[in-house]
């Protein structure tokens, strides 16, 4: 009977270790207050900076902002987020315009939607409005009503003013030599 005492010291020696993972574990539940905190961070940061229209909210309006937007409620009037993302959730209902770097349908949204980068109309999504972006994605059994401009990202209307500049100036310098034929 002496030994299985001289035994539990042994385990002692490994529960020593045990003492720091028990401390660890104390230290354990500080860092999870902490540490998921700080390593769901990286996850959590864009939740963390996506602020959220939960179901029974209705906001009629604008929406303005510079952190990413999680609809899943309604909202009416115009959504202008631009360099964030805006996410339709698939209980969001939206008719309004939207603008931002990047635009997820999930639910349903009447409205013209304008993207600096991309547009992305999921399966169970539903969109009934032109969409301006530089890339756009349309899931199989996804609905779609309206029109698609693809622009190059940071493109607008100057570029294709320029490119009328550069037709002009490219006339202008084919009627030269016919000119100077001429004389």
């Not at 005492?5 to 500080?30: K, L």
């Not at 500049?165 to 030269?176: D, F, G, I, L, V």
């Amino acid at each position: 009977m002496w030994k299985p005492t001289n035994q539990p010291a042994t385990p002692g020696r490994p529960s020593e270790p045990e003492r720091p993972s028990t401390t660890a574990a104390t230290t354990a539940p500080v860092m999870n207050t902490s540490e998921p905190a700080a390593a769901p961070r990286p996850v959590t940061t864009t939740t963390s900076d996506q602020a959220t229209i939960g179901k029974s909210l209705v906001i009629k309006g604008e929406v303005t902002g510079s952190e990413s937007l999680y609809i899943d409620g309604r909202v009416e009037g115009s959504i202008n987020l631009s360099g964030n993302r805006v996410t339709i959730g698939r209980n969001g209902v939206v008719a309004a315009n939207i603008g931002a770097r990047e635009i997820v349908v999930l639910g349903k949204v009447r409205g013209n939607l304008t993207a600096s980068d991309r547009v992305d109309i999921r399966s169970d999504g539903s969109l009934t409005g032109d969409v301006v972006a530089a890339r756009i994605s349309i899931e199989d059994g996804a609905f779609f009503k309206g029109g698609i401009d693809i622009r190059k990202a940071g493109a607008g209307a100057a570029p294709k003013a320029e490119s009328k500049s550069e037709e002009t100036a490219k006339s202008a310098a084919a009627a030269e030599p016919a000119i100077a034929a001429r004389a």
